[in-house]
């Protein structure tokens, strides 16, 4: 069985600041992968940055970049620069096995104040 | 590349009724995922098709719940007999392979009476 956990329900940042969001799994494939999505209040979930498990390089995307620790089964998200477009609920998802099906976390509510 | 549509966006209904959703992948995405997300948590996994088939069914899915995906383009979740729980948000999701990212429709938000 596959799970995630995101240990904060919510954080938030000043606008032009720096925000971490911590995501810790758990799985016996030796192939997977790990997404962060953001999901905008009555929006569609919109796909953040993707992580290889078998790349040791972590992922960046624009202002936002991951720190993946394959040991220790961690897998954050940096917001740099925040904007106020960044508030939303984020949620840590990890895919695998023989469906690729996504395993998500509960999720964290990032406010982004002006 | 026109996204990942779901039909409709709301639908209440009273408790019994039975309910029919409506999902239309990206075209050329072989790959079709079910989820139900219900307040204040992430989705959980329903079922998937690749193509036509139907190749795994989460044990939430009861028998009240059925999906098809006749000649592998569109899909459709239906409720048989619906009961308070079934109220969340029913997302449907397409990749193109297996490993390749989900991309997600706005969903349907089911309310029951």
């Known amino acids: 069985a596959q799970t995630v956990t995101q240990s904060q329900p919510e954080m938030s940042v000043q606008e032009a600041e720096t925000v971490t969001l911590s995501c810790t799994y758990d799985?016996?494939?030796?192939?997977?992968?790990l997404f962060w999505y953001k999901q905008p209040p009555s929006r569609q979930m919109i796909l953040v940055i993707r992580q290889e498990a078998y790349k040791q390089q972590n992922a960046t995307e624009n202002r936002f970049s991951v720190n993946f620790q394959k040991a220790a089964k961690s897998f954050s998200l940096k917001i740099s620069d925040s904007q106020l477009g960044d508030a939303a609920m984020y949620f840590c998802?990890?895919?695998?096995?023989?469906?690729?099906?996504?395993?998500f976390g509960k999720g964290t509510l990032l406010t982004v104040n002006p | 590349d026109t996204g990942v549509s779901q039909d409709p966006r709301h639908k209440i209904t009273k408790r019994g009724q039975n309910v029919t959703f409506r999902c239309d992948p990206i075209s050329e995405h072989n790959r079709l995922y079910w989820y139900r997300q219900t307040l204040g948590q992430g989705p959980e996994f329903l079922t998937y098709f690749q193509n036509e088939a139907q190749l795994e069914k989460s044990r939430l899915l009861s028998d009240r719940f059925s999906a098809e995906r006749p000649k592998g383009s569109f899909s459709t979740l239906e409720i048989q007999r619906t009961e308070q729980g079934d109220s969340a948000m029913y997302l449907c999701?397409?990749?193109?392979?297996?490993?390749?990212?989900?991309?997600f429709g706005d969903g349907t938000r089911l309310s029951i009476l």
């Open positions: 799985t016996s494939e030796s192939d997977y992968y």
């Open positions: 998802a990890l895919s695998g096995g023989s469906n690729y099906k996504l395993t």
């Open positions: 999701a397409s990749s193109w392979t297996a490993n390749q990212p989900q991309h």
